[in-house]
């Protein structure tokens, strides 16, 4: 676990310290999920979807599909 301390702007801004982006592999642009129970924030990197496993899901759905229509077990 790292610890370290950042500061809010009259924005309600803050940065990540460098080492913790480091640490997380977060650049510019990264995109967080941010989620707080009112006392706590958690934050979370965003990654994109695996775009190629969609696809052979999306692949195995119609054919799981077409099997159902004919009569076939999924």
Known sequence: MMIDIASITSRGQFTIPSRLCKFLNLKA???MFIVTDGEHL????????DVAAFGKIVRASKTMAKKAK???RP
Do not use: C, N
Request: net charge positive; aromatic share 0%; hydrophobic share 20%.
């Open 70 to 72: 004919k009569g076939g």
């Open 29 to 31: 642009g990264s995109k």
């Open 42 to 49: 958690l934050l979370k990197k965003l990654t994109p979807p």
